[in-house]
């Protein structure tokens, strides 16, 4: 079983930054990878970035160039740093993490970017 607490989002003007961070605990050895999703109003959930277990990425085109996910293995967590945000990426971003076996998520956490 693992747990994912995130925090870190906010409102925020067109253009600015936002760092989201995501806290793992439990059964963290079996994870494998980790990463971050976000659903915008009337649209389907869809993943922004992902970071496996060896340090490999993949990011949603759409954020690519602006949004870095990384992770601090002492602490447990992955962290995903938004620049240059537009009114595009506002939406509740919710913490994935899986393996073989499980998969978990966080609570979600509210975007918002204004224009």
């Known amino acids: 079983q693992v747990q994912l607490v995130e925090a870190g989002g906010g409102l925020v003007q067109a253009g600015g930054s936002l760092r989201l961070s995501c806290a793992a605990s439990?059964?963290?050895?079996?994870?494998?990878?980790m990463g971050w999703y976000r659903q915008a109003p009337g649209k389907q959930r869809e993943l922004v970035a992902r970071?496996?277990?060896?340090?490999?990425?993949n990011y949603a085109d759409s954020v690519k160039g602006r949004f870095t996910i990384s992770r601090d293995n002492a602490k447990n967590t992955v962290y995903l740093q938004m620049n240059s945000l537009k009114p595009e990426d506002t939406g509740v971003y919710s913490c994935?993490?899986?393996?073989?076996?499980?998969?978990?998520w966080g609570q979600g956490t509210q975007v918002t970017v204004s224009s």
């Open positions: 439990g059964s963290i050895v079996s994870i494998v990878f």
């Open positions: 970071i496996i277990s060896g340090g490999n990425t």
């Open positions: 994935n993490a899986g393996g073989p076996y499980f998969e978990s």
